[in-house]
């Protein structure tokens, strides 16, 4: 599998890493998501060199290797002890449902880490339908494994996960219903640009409104548009503060339209395209993975 159909740079010399973690075991609606790395990495092949909004081509100057897809939790230690992923790397996971996350965090980060948690659910069950391991329960594990989330776009949840939001000083929490307020729009955004530290994000693709990514397992009517994520990127990426570690965007389910995969391509090149740019890529030698074709 290729990232925009460029040849897959040797491990040693990746820039970006994308996982394809094709994990779906515990699904509780709509079944779908293991296709969901395949489809989105197919969806790159339609999206342009050139990054319209930074006005740059990433890919001239930064290196990606796709890693091979993996299905289960126990590759997941394997696969990332065979790169070194540095803090002039980023390790991009396409899920799968949303289980992934715990996973990852648990190999990726020193605790004390803060994840941006960006859902249309709390996701913060102990257990779900007697599963530990369950999409309903990632954001139980990372406070468990003493993380801070910053969570935003919630718009469903069951009356002990608001309990927890509100007792538990960890958690940082903007639902999307308050977002709708530009006050609270602007605090939410006043909180990406001021976080400190190791951080890594996690993006649940319901947490777009339906109408953007109709393609996902447990829809929620509200949510985010094209413009609120580029804007979340835009601010996030401008704080020199940060040490993005990895992100990972999760339990999508392609649909016939392409629609909800080709945003979430169009999101996963935005996300390379603002983390190089916040690394200087641009100002690096343009030795990336386009330099390696022909075409434009
Ligand atoms: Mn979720």
Redesign the pocket.
Known sequence: MQYQLLPNSTKDAADIFILPFAYEQTVSAKGGTKSAPAAILDATAQIEYFEEDLLWSPMKHLSVCVLPMIDRYEEVMTTLKSCTIDNNKLLITLGGE?SITPMITKQLLHTNSTVIFL???A?LRSSYKADKYS??T??YHLLHQGHKIVMAGVRSMFEAEYQTIKKNNNITFFSDRALQNPKTKEEFLKTLATLQGDIYLSI?M?VFNPACVPGVGTPQPGGFDWYEITAILQTLFSNNKINLRGVDI??MIPDDFSISQTFAAKLLQKIISHWGKSKNFDNKEMAGSQMLVEYE
């Open positions: 949303h859902d249309a659910h996701d999409h309903a990632p954001a649940d319901d999760v339990e």
